[in-house]
């Protein structure tokens, strides 16, 4: 079994910044690609920033410039580091691995979620 822990979020300015931290434990082969989302309220979830396990890195649009995605030396965390941030990313952003518990599996998981609340 994999855990995902995400920390960080919180109330912020526009403007301000705020890191996002996702460490993931427990039993595994190997991590690929760890990622982040987000969910405001009404809307569907959607793909914030993710990195490969190869150092690839993908943005949403509304995010490039602002926010940047990086991994630990291990690969075993991820962050979100969130720049001049606005309202419109007030949103729940959940931290997603894609994991091989053993060599010929593979699996996805989420974290629970942190809420990032911007104010204007």
């Known amino acids: 079994q994999v855990q995902l822990v995400e920390s960080g979020g919180g109330l912020v300015q526009a403007g301000g910044s705020l890191r996002l931290s996702c460490a993931a434990s427990?039993?595994?082969?190997?991590?690929?690609?760890m990622g982040w989302y987000r969910q405001a309220p009404g809307k569907q979830r959607e793909l914030v920033a993710a990195?490969?396990?190869?150092?690839?890195?993908n943005y949403a649009d509304s995010v490039k410039g602002r926010f940047t995605i990086s991994r630990d030396h291990a690969g075993n965390t991820v962050y979100l580091q969130m720049n001049s941030l606005k309202p419109e990313d007030t949103a729940v952003y959940y931290c997603?691995?894609?994991?091989?518990?053993?060599?010929?599996?593979?699996?996805?998981?989420w974290g629970q979620g942190t809420q990032v609340t911007v104010s204007s």
């Open positions: 990195d490969s396990s190869v150092g690839a890195t």
């Open positions: 427990g039993n595994f082969f190997s991590i690929n690609t």
């Open positions: 997603n691995a894609v994991v091989r518990p053993s060599w010929d599996k593979i699996s996805n998981y």
